[in-house]
């Protein structure tokens, strides 16, 4: 094991399960000291026993002054930020455009896309004052392709994909990297809450002839967010075990 996080502190949204607590386990197992922001209550209790991560934060990341006074609480327990990684997300409703209400979709892109956006404008500040910082934000592969049902989502996560390259290219000048990662389907709370066939359909895209688990996506999020990944910024990281064409 080794300690390329050592005294890095690291923000993970969504952080008390899947993704998010693949990442956290990870980051506090090499050295670093973690914040697990999320909107469960009960989830951030578990994480906390199950997780290195002694600091969790219940934050909707939807709203601009919880995500501030989690980042305000999170720097004065554990010191600045210098790692973001937004996992925080949501399917919502799979249905056609024309059958999809405009509550679902504006629900959709608010926790997906503008909530990305509002944890990462808390911390970009002080990381760019510092000039140093790593952010990794978490997308889709149904940002790049669009998936039948999941217009919402999939615009969401292409609306990630875009801000992260903004952001990228932004932040280059100040030692501060953004980058992106597309998982395709992976073992997770919000994968299981899909229909069974609707995962067979999944795997038989994939040809690896399954989906991922949350520690292999992690594993990936986990050298963006380190300080090897040092000019690479504004990039998209595939994580689809092959289906992706771009």
């Known amino acids: 094991m080794t300690d390329r996080f050592a005294n890095r502190v690291a923000v993970v949204t969504g952080g008390a399960s899947g993704i998010g607590l693949a990442v956290a386990n990870q980051i506090a197992a090499e050295g670093g000291r973690v ?10 209790k578990d994480a906390r026993d199950d997780s290195g991560a002694a600091y969790v934060h219940a934050v909707d990341v939807t709203d601009a002054s919880g995500v501030g006074e989690a980042h305000a609480a999170t720097v004065e327990e554990l010191g600045p ?18 059958e999809l209400s405009y509550e679902d979709w504006r629900r959709i892109n ?8 509002l944890c990462c404008t808390a911390v970009v500040p002080a990381m760019r004052e510092r000039g140093y910082g790593r952010i990794a934000t978490v997308a889709s592969i149904a940002g790049k392709e669009g998936v ?11 609306g990630v994909i875009s801000l992260t390259k903004t952001l990228g290219k932004e932040l280059a000048p100040f030692g501060v990297t953004v980058n992106t990662i597309t998982p395709g389907p992976t073992e997770t709370a919000m994968v299981n ?8 359909m999944m795997k038989r895209l994939v040809p690896m002839g399954r989906i991922a688990a949350a520690r292999e996506i992690g594993e990936v999020i986990c050298f963006m967010v380190s300080e090897a990944c040092s000019f690479t910024t504004g990039a998209v990281f595939d994580a689809s075990g092959g289906r992706a064409n771009y």
């Open 35 to 44: 914040a697990l922001w999320d909107l469960d209550a009960g989830r951030l």
């Open 193 to 200: 809450d899909v229909p069974a066939e609707a995962i067979e």
């Open 81 to 98: 930020v210098d790692v973001l990684v937004t996992s925080a997300g949501i399917i919502g409703p799979m249905r056609p455009v024309g």
């Open 110 to 117: 608010a926790v997906n896309l503008e909530g990305t956006f």
């Open 148 to 158: 039948p049902g999941g217009a919402a989502y999939g615009a969401s996560k292409a």
